[in-house]
């Protein structure tokens, strides 16, 4: 069983167009082709009631951290909820299993910091405080890339290519009100609760500006955009300070005039009756107020004009990728889960049912990895245990044959023999082994 370093274990398909795909490829007799049909429609029936008791997992121990619900106060007389820490703790690894069922994989903090460090498309200068963060959990799946155009030196716009992530989840659990009374922004100037957990799922985002998801990333510019100000600022300042120069000097007199007595005066050239004039003082000093408190809000209006088109530019482009936030994620992800087990479980299913000999875990894992790759051209790294520990787990008792009689048997969808080679029930049973999981899922009678 080869491990891939650049491929994924998602299956970039639906399950309707895998199990077509594997009704095509003509190993399966037409006479039984509606039978593989029914069996994984059944399986998928299953699994969407077995995933759906994840889902309200999630969302019972999401309440007490729901940003979006005000004034949340638990029914401590009924006592029955667990404390907030084990709510917190099981909704984490809920929250993990389900992500990884649905095939999708963990960025680690490190790879998360890197993507601050490196450049962006949006060409800015960010930080994230991760110290904010309780826990953090960011998963993505579907590694790919697409073409953008940005505009370059002197407007000029050139087309390039960005690596992406076809979808993005993050989780964050927020430290408490305390943590953030001892930082320099005041708690109402934040923009998320503190002691929430806020979720996020994004498509087609870069890797390269992960960052802008954060709720508390913080924006300024880089070296190229102070460069753009300074050097504009500098020039201008200089034929301003020649021009007003003289006040300068004149305001320098008054100065020294008062200090040390007329004797300095001389020196820098000042006529004692100039000084001794308020009037020209007065004008000089408004002409430098003036003066220099225009050219600087002159700049600082530049400089914010700017900024607000970054994050114009920011909130489009994160408005148009957002798929769903907070508990609107669970919907999704749970669909995603469910899909990708029934394709992992049907093609595991499929290709043992039409091998000519029993294969083992590692044979059936490169076999369906060939498969895709000689069917569509694609490269998955097949999670082949998963599938293989699922298909075990399908228990049922069917009646059998036996010469004349009818005999009750306990029997698994998948079993293994001493040489721990793999073999699957054949259509009619495996169809009767998970109808009768799905009629003894209540046992109230």
Not at 30 to 40: G, H, L, N, W, Y
Not at 275 to 291: C, D, M, Q
Request: one cysteine or more.
């Amino acid at each position: 069983m080869a491990v891939y370093q650049d491929r994924e274990a998602f299956i970039p398909y639906s399950r309707q167009e895998i199990v077509e795909l594997c009704i095509a490829d003509g190993k399966i007799a037409i006479a039984e082709q509606q039978s593989f049909r029914d069996f994984c429609q059944i399986l998928a029936a299953y699994y969407h009631f077995k995933l759906h008791s994840s889902l309200e997992t999630l969302k019972f121990n999401f309440v007490s951290f729901d940003p979006d619900i005000d004034n949340y106060q638990p029914i401590k007389q009924l006592d029955v909820r667990s404390s907030i820490r084990e709510n917190e703790v099981e909704f984490i690894s809920t929250f993990t299993t389900i992500l990884e069922q649905a095939n999708y994989y963990p960025l680690s903090k490190s790879t998360l910091q890197q993507a601050l460090s490196e450049g962006s498309i949006f060409d800015l200068r960010t930080e994230v405080d991760f110290n904010d963060f309780d826990h953090m959990v960011c998963y993505c799946r579907g590694d790919s890339s697409e073409k953008i155009t940005v505009k370059k030196w002197f407007f000029k716009k050139v087309e390039q290519e960005v690596d992406i992530y076809k979808r993005v989840v993050l989780l964050i659990k927020f430290k408490e009100e305390k943590h953030f009374q001892d930082k320099p922004a005041a708690k109402e100037e934040l923009d998320f609760k503190p002691g929430k957990i806020y979720i996020y799922l994004y498509k087609n985002l870069s890797k390269l500006d992960l960052e802008f998801i954060f709720p508390n990333v913080k924006m300024s510019m880089n070296w190229k955009d102070r460069l753009l100000f300074g050097v504009p600022a500098l020039g201008a300042a200089i034929p301003l300070i020649l021009r007003i120069l003289p006040q300068i000097i004149l305001i320098l007199g008054v100065l020294v005039y008062f200090t040390l007595g007329h004797q300095p005066i001389d020196e820098l050239k000042v006529q004692e009756e100039e000084v001794r004039n308020i009037a020209p003082l007065l004008i000089a000093i408004l002409s430098l107020v003036v003066t220099l408190g225009g050219f600087a809000f002159k700049q600082y209006t530049s400089y914010k004009s700017k900024q607000i088109k970054f994050q114009k530019s920011i909130t489009e482009t994160l408005f148009y990728r957002n798929i769903a936030n907070n508990s609107g994620v669970f919907n999704s992800l749970i669909d995603a889960a469910e899909e990708e087990e029934c394709k992992e479980i049907i093609l595991a299913y499929y290709h043992l049912l039409t091998s000519d000999t029993p294969l083992t875990a590692l044979e059936l894992d490169d076999h369906i990895e060939s498969w895709m790759e000689d069917k569509l051209g694609t490269k998955i790294d097949f999670d082949i245990e998963n599938p293989l520990r699922n298909l075990a787990a399908i228990k049922a008792e069917i009646k059998r044959s036996e010469d004349t009689t009818y005999a009750v048997k306990q029997v698994a969808l998948l079993k293994r023999d001493r040489h721990n080679r793999c073999q699957v029930l054949p259509l009619a049973e495996a169809k009767q082994a998970i109808d009768y999981v799905w009629d003894h899922i209540f046992l109230y009678s």
